[in-house]
């Protein structure tokens, strides 16, 4: 594919129940980025994946939240007990190596609605 | 922790200039760049500068950094319908691998 692609682009759920977002970069994209986009405000950064490196986890949440990355392929983002606070775009992006020298190409982004 | 801020909302006239603003914390930041979103598309970079530099032009395009007093601004010339989205600055921080992004400014473009 030629972009960043996300499914579902959107989701329902109800309160308390939990969700898997899922991400597939572009190929050959070495680094793998999450971020979470609510009504009317920024981009706050969530998670960071780079090729086998431990992922630097400092935007999560909380708890409920947690991203697995397979090699340097696919992500899922994972909330647990979804709390209606969680509502919001999530974005994934990816680049070909660190931030510092390379772009972030962004996917569509999932809308998820807790109710 | 690093914070970026910008105003809300930019009305201009088909043609004119717009200058949109954005203030930022980190003075180590390395990279500061502009994005796009238009309504249900994703972010797309406009463009970046590297924090040693004061001004980079590209097209219509141009950004002005003051590193002194931490502002960045993008200037569109002669601005058309189709500039009209939300733009976003960012920094990259966290030693290089996470942006700071600012809130976001609606430009609106009216004829």
């Known amino acids: 594919g030629a972009g960043v692609s996300q499914s579902p682009s959107n989701k329902v759920t109800e309160k308390g129940k939990d969700v898997e977002l899922r991400c597939d970069p572009i190929?050959?994209?070495?680094?793998l980025y999450w971020y979470r986009q609510r009504l009317g405000q920024g981009l706050e950064f969530l998670i960071y994946f780079q090729g086998n490196s431990a992922p630097d986890k400092s935007g999560l949440p909380s708890d409920r939240f947690s991203a697995e990355r397979t090699g340097e392929s696919v992500s899922t983002l994972t909330i647990q007990r979804t709390q209606q606070e969680d509502s919001a775009v999530y974005l994934c992006?990816?680049?070909?190596?660190?931030?510092?020298?390379?772009?972030?190409?962004f996917g569509p982004g999932t809308r998820l609605t807790v109710l | 922790g690093e914070d970026v801020e910008q105003s809300l909302f930019l009305s201009v006239r088909e043609g004119d200039s717009s200058v949109i603003n954005c203030t930022y914390t980190d003075s180590s930041s390395t990279y500061l760049y502009w994005y796009k979103q238009e309504p249900g598309a994703g972010l797309q970079l406009l463009t970046y500068?590297?924090?040693?530099?004061d001004m980079k032009q590209d097209q219509r395009l141009t950004v002005l950094l003051n590193k002194k007093d931490k502002h960045l601004s993008l200037r569109i010339a002669d601005t058309q319908t189709g500039d009209s989205a939300i733009y976003f600055c960012?920094?990259?921080?966290?030693?290089?691998?996470?942006?700071?992004f600012g809130t976001g400014t609606q430009l609106k473009v009216e004829l």
């Open positions: 960012a920094d990259l921080t966290g030693g290089g691998n996470k942006l700071t």
């Open positions: 992006a990816s680049s070909l190596g660190t931030a510092r020298n390379n772009e972030q190409f």
């Open positions: 190929s050959g994209h070495t680094a």
């Open positions: 500068i590297f924090s040693n530099m």
